[in-house]
């Protein structure tokens, strides 16, 4: 193995310990459920509308496992994102920036028909500073955190064509929360403050099937079944008393007076579990082989089933969601020897998502476009740049509106392991 890759590989797994320990998003709505959830594929098919159908010879493909019986080649991805959001009320405009690293894997071909990978990817992620005035009460509202996910997959081809794969995913994270409240005119606040440690395993399993038909054009088919699963929250809450105190130094200050923590066991919320719902994602593709690929995927989810005891909320519910996706790529001249720009891939996708939150009465959906570049370095290596421009919610029934526009870069190191050295 190359010791360089080897070097990268350990450094930046180091870097993702700290990286997913951040807060990496800004949005109200990561307020419900456990948070705003992340996109768990690499760059090149976030730049295709999200859609995971294609099977790579020297990229991971992170949403069906199958689909590494594929790999020819030893690929370790990485992926980091910049965010520009703007988010808008019926009264106010704000505009805040965050950025956050979403993924790292490493795949490899163990067998001539047996892929396995592993790596990090950020499951979903929590963010949000409220604040509200009603009936004579100010509220303000503050959560941050990240539920992280590692995966092991692996993928076999059963016979020519046909493959199948599985991953085991452990989710872990923290999220917490604070809630502020005061009464008009009054200097004295209350304070609650919660937080869950999250941890829990799930699995999904994939089939992967490609099939040559005439004129050099393939049919790609991938369908992945994730069952329903649930993670351990073992919880803790305390309310404060908290109160301006006016110091010649440094002005007012709020300080607290009391904490009281709650006793969580007898009313049964120390020790919950969360309900993780049942997803089927179903993709259908057309391509040419090193020159265009087209495709489409439709993904169920069963949110009507999430559940979360320790948190609850009044004006929220959830119902069954799906996600429909359309992306392909267009390589001019995959062996052009006269033009860089010949070799390079050109990536396009939309996206349209009912994520299954109803907020006042209103679905909360998701419409985005997707742009991208995976340009050669050096062998099969290369560095992919993707342009995101999506909206997200409402400002009817005094709700949110998010407008996003999301820089990715994402780059692939590839390198021949296992390879059997023959001397003459």
Same mark, same amino acid.
């Given at each position: 193995?190359?010791?360089?890759? #080897?070097?990268?590989?350990?450094?930046?797994? #180091?870097?993702?310990?700290?990286?997913?320990?951040?807060?990496?998003?800004?949005?109200?709505?990561?307020?419900?459920?456990?948070?705003?959830?992340?996109?768990?594929?690499?760059?090149?098919?976030?730049?295709?509308?999200?859609?995971?159908?294609? %099977?790579?010879?020297?990229?991971?493909?992170?949403?069906?496992?199958? %689909?590494?019986?594929?790999? !020819?080649?030893?690929?370790?991805?990485?992926?980091?994102?910049?965010?520009?959001?703007?988010?808008?009320?019926?009264?106010? &405009?704000?505009?805040?920036?965050?950025?956050?690293?979403?993924?790292?894997?490493?795949?490899?071909?163990?067998?001539?028909?047996?892929?396995?990978?592993?790596?990090?990817?950020?499951?979903?992620?929590?963010?949000? &500073?409220?604040?509200? #005035?009603?009936?004579?009460?100010?509220?303000?509202?503050?959560?941050?955190?990240?539920?992280?996910?590692?995966?092991?997959?692996?993928?076999?081809?059963?016979?020519?064509?046909?493959?199948?794969?599985?991953?085991?995913?452990?989710?872990?994270?923290?999220?917490?929360?604070?809630?502020?409240?005061?009464?008009?005119?009054?200097?004295?606040?209350?304070?609650?403050?919660?937080?869950?440690?999250?941890?829990?395993?799930?699995?999904?399993?994939?089939?992967?099937?490609?099939?040559?038909?005439?004129?050099?054009?393939?049919?790609?088919?991938?369908?992945?079944?994730?069952?329903?699963?649930?993670?351990?929250?073992?919880?803790?809450?305390?309310?404060?008393?908290?109160?301006?105190?006016?110091?010649?130094?440094?002005?007012?200050?709020?300080?607290?007076?009391?904490?009281?923590?709650?006793?969580?066991?007898?009313?049964?919320?120390?020790?919950? &579990?969360?309900?993780?719902?049942?997803?089927?994602?179903?993709?259908?593709?057309?391509?040419?082989?090193? !020159?265009?690929? #087209?495709?489409?995927?439709?993904?169920?989810?069963?949110?009507?089933?999430?559940?979360?005891?320790?948190?609850?909320?009044?004006?929220?519910?959830? !119902?069954?969601?799906?996600?429909?996706?359309?992306?392909?790529?267009?390589?001019?001249?995959?062996?052009?020897?006269?033009?860089?720009?010949?070799?390079?891939?050109?990536?396009?996708?939309?996206?349209?998502?009912?994520?299954?939150?109803?907020?006042?009465?209103?679905?909360?959906?998701?419409?985005?476009?997707?742009?991208?570049?995976?340009?050669?370095?050096?062998?099969?290596?290369?560095?992919?740049?993707?342009?995101?421009?999506?909206?997200?919610?409402?400002?009817?029934?005094?709700?949110?509106?998010?407008?996003?526009?999301?820089?990715?870069?994402?780059?692939?190191?590839?390198?021949?392991?296992?390879?059997?050295? &023959?001397?003459?």
């Amino acid at each position: 193995m190359n010791r360089k890759l #080897t070097t990268l590989i350990i450094a930046l797994f #180091t870097a993702t310990y700290v990286a997913f320990s951040q807060k990496t998003t800004e949005s109200p709505y990561s307020f419900y459920g456990i948070g705003e959830q992340n996109f768990g594929g690499i760059a090149e098919e976030s730049a295709m509308g999200g859609i995971g159908i294609y %099977a790579d010879s020297t990229r991971v493909n992170i949403q069906n496992p199958a %689909a590494l019986s594929q790999l !020819k080649f030893t690929a370790f991805s990485a992926g980091f994102t910049m965010q520009h959001k703007n988010i808008v009320t019926n009264n106010t &405009k704000l505009n805040t920036q965050s950025s956050s690293f979403n993924y790292f894997t490493l795949g490899f071909p163990v067998l001539e028909k047996l892929g396995v990978s592993f790596g990090l990817v950020p499951y979903s992620s929590v963010g949000y &500073k409220i604040k509200n #005035t009603k009936n004579n009460r100010l509220y303000q509202y503050e959560g941050s955190g990240n539920v992280n996910q590692f995966f092991l997959s692996a993928g076999y081809q059963i016979y020519a064509g046909l493959s199948l794969g599985a991953s085991f995913r452990y989710h872990f994270g923290a999220i917490s929360m604070t809630d502020l409240y005061q009464q008009n005119n009054i200097e004295f606040y209350t304070q609650e403050f919660s937080k869950s440690h999250l941890n829990g395993g799930a699995f999904n399993i994939g089939l992967y099937y490609e099939e040559t038909l005439k004129h050099r054009l393939r049919l790609y088919t991938s369908l992945v079944y994730t069952p329903q699963s649930s993670i351990s929250s073992d919880n803790q809450r305390n309310i404060s008393t908290l109160s301006y105190v006016a110091s010649s130094r440094t002005g007012s200050q709020l300080t607290t007076r009391e904490i009281r923590t709650l006793e969580l066991e007898s009313t049964g919320l120390k020790n919950t &579990k969360i309900n993780l719902p049942t997803q089927i994602e179903f993709g259908l593709g057309l391509g040419e082989h090193q !020159k265009w690929f #087209t495709g489409l995927e439709y993904t169920y989810t069963n949110n009507s089933k999430f559940s979360n005891p320790f948190l609850s909320t009044t004006n929220v519910s959830y !119902k069954d969601s799906y996600k429909i996706a359309l992306g392909g790529f267009w390589i001019p001249n995959y062996n052009s020897f006269s033009s860089y720009w010949k070799r390079v891939t050109y990536r396009a996708g939309i996206e349209y998502e009912n994520t299954g939150i109803v907020l006042n009465g209103q679905n909360i959906n998701y419409f985005g476009t997707s742009f991208g570049l995976s340009l050669p370095v050096k062998g099969f290596s290369n560095l992919t740049l993707v342009g995101q421009y999506g909206k997200r919610g409402t400002t009817s029934a005094n709700l949110i509106k998010e407008n996003e526009f999301n820089l990715k870069i994402g780059f692939t190191l590839n390198d021949k392991w296992f390879q059997r050295t &023959k001397y003459q």
